[in-house]
């Protein structure tokens, strides 16, 4: 939880600061004459953008959020499919639902990203958007996807709410698309408690994320919020000035967190260089944001008897297993079994996929873990390999 773990003075002060200057005006609009020209989001929404390489930046209230605001930007509606992978959060495939779209689930690869053979099988006519999820701070295979979406004239939106600030190729994630979705929420990079943003280098495309997530506003620069019309049926998902606040305070910090990250990573890697089993694959290790370290066991009966050894010893994994059930498809009978692709196939459904997590361990690494805490960790994981294996 790195953005939880750089929490200083300066977010406090962020905050003060907006009540010290105009009394606290927490909206993003409006309040010209009093606000003494603080307008948070305005700024957090340029600064996001400029430091990922984005034209424009939307600030919307949560990941999620951003996922489903990018998706109604890019026109997706009932009748569509949208083609994401078995292997993300549920919020991507709910954001999907939310647009009146069918979520297409298609299976990951040893990257733990979308696998681009199994993307280009899933397309069909009705297919009109690709959602590769970045997941835990690695890049998917990016110019795999971007080449299928331009042979079948398809739009991509990257789910970048677990690689924040991370690149692939020299390019930052959520920018190689046509527009990418980032979460800011407690257990992020960056950490403004709830908080999304959509990014896209289309006008156009900014212009409906904009109106969609405020009812529809136009955003006149000419008349008052009060007077102007709408651009289309939208809903609010807007941010307030407090997270906006903490946002930019946060932002500042995210050179030093990858930093951090990266370099404990490197050193836990380098502990564990012995442990005897393969680590997941990475298409561009110098654009991993370091956040996570996940190796790949035998056989599930052992990756269990691995992970109990871990708690017995004190340590904890981060998401596989512990939270896999929000985290892989095949788990989620609440949302898909009513529908009529999924419904009473879950069990025998990607295979791949779950042959794949089934035997995953993901370890945290910390902006904040210093040598001896990684020792321990790497020899407890050793010991425990040795024992095992
Ligand atoms: C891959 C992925 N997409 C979307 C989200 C949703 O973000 P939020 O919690 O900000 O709504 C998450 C959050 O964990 C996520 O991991």
Known sequence: ????????????????????????????????????????????????????????????ASGTAAIKVALKALGVGPGDEVITQAYTFVATAEAIFE???????????????????????????????????????????????????KKHNLLVMEDT??????????RRLGTIGHMGAFSTDAGKTLNTGEGGMVLSNDEQLYINARSYHDHGHEYSTTIGRGEEGALCRGFNYRMTELHAAIGLVQLKKLDMIIK??????????TG???????FRKSLDPA?????????????????????????AAGLGTKNLPDAIRWHFSKHWAHMLNDH????????????????????????????????????????TLNKIAKDIL
């Open 1 to 60: 939880m790195p953005g939880f773990e750089v929490f200083g003075e300066e977010e406090r002060q962020a905050i003060n600061e907006l009540f010290d200057l105009n009394g606290g005006i927490l909206f993003a609009h409006g309040f010209d004459a009093m606000r003494a020209g603080v307008y948070r989001v305005r700024e957090y929404e340029r600064a996001f953008a400029d430091t990922m390489g984005a034209a424009h930046g939307q600030a919307v």
């Open 287 to 311: 654009g991993d944001i370091g956040d996570t370290i996940v190796f790949y066991m035998p056989d599930r009966a052992r990756c269990d008897k691995f992970v109990t050894a871990m708690g």
């Open 272 to 278: 564990l260089k012995d442990l005897g089993v393969p």
């Open 340 to 379: 009529p692709i999924y419904g009473g196939k879950l069990d025998t459904a990607w295979e791949k996929t779950a042959d794949i997590l089934e035997r995953s361990v993901a370890l945290p690494v910390m902006v904040k873990m210093d040598d001896e805490r990684i020792s321990f960790v790497c020899e």
């Open 99 to 149: 647009t009146g779209a069918t979520p297409v689930i298609v299976d990951i690869d040893e990257t733990l990203n979308m696998d681009p053979a199994a993307l280009e099988a899933a397309i069909t006519d009705k297919t009109k958007v690709i959602v590769p999820v970045h997941m835990m701070g690695e890049g998917a295979d990016m110019d795999a996807v971007m080449a299928i979406a």
């Open 260 to 269: 951090a990250q990266r370099a404990n990573k490197a050193k836990m890697m």
């Open 161 to 170: 709410a677990q690689a924040l600030g991370a690149s692939m190729n020299g």
